[in-house]
Nanobody, 115 residues
Framework: QVQLVESGGGSVRAGGSLRLSCSAS????????MAWYRQATGKPRELVARIIASGATDYADSVRDRFTISRNIAENSMYLQMSSLKPEDTAVYYC?????????WGRGTQVTVSS
């Protein structure tokens, strides 16, 4: 079973940037998709960005043009470059991977954006 570990979270001021990383314990080459989700306190978990096997990407409207998802297959890693951060981006960010009919999740990394 694949293990996913997120890193790179922290506290920044509005307008700042952070880069999240997700490291997988196995090759991500055969993953159907990988994605970043986030969950703010008291709110449901929501999809932030996704990258599928072909390399195509899609984003939530709230982060499009500010966040960029990418992956490095050789390093078994996925990234989320976040720019122009807003207080409403504050949440725990989770890495997820789709493997066939199963899904794997990391434990999350906290991102806090102050105004």
């Amino acid at each position: 079973q694949v293990q996913l570990v997120e890193s790179g979270g922290g506290s920044v001021r509005a307008g700042g940037s952070l880069r999240l990383s997700c490291s997988a314990s196995m090759s991500i080459f055969s993953f159907k998709a990988m994605a970043w989700y986030r969950q703010a306190t008291g709110k449901p978990r929501e999809l932030v960005a996704r990258i599928i096997a072909s390399g195509a990407t899609d984003y939530a409207d709230s982060v499009r043009d500010r966040f960029t998802i990418s992956r490095n297959i050789a390093e078994n890693s996925m990234y989320l470059q976040m720019s122009s951060l807003k207080p409403e981006d504050t949440a725990v960010y989770y890495c997820s991977a789709a493997l066939g009919s199963a899904a794997a999740w990391g434990r999350g990394t906290q991102v806090t954006v102050s105004s």
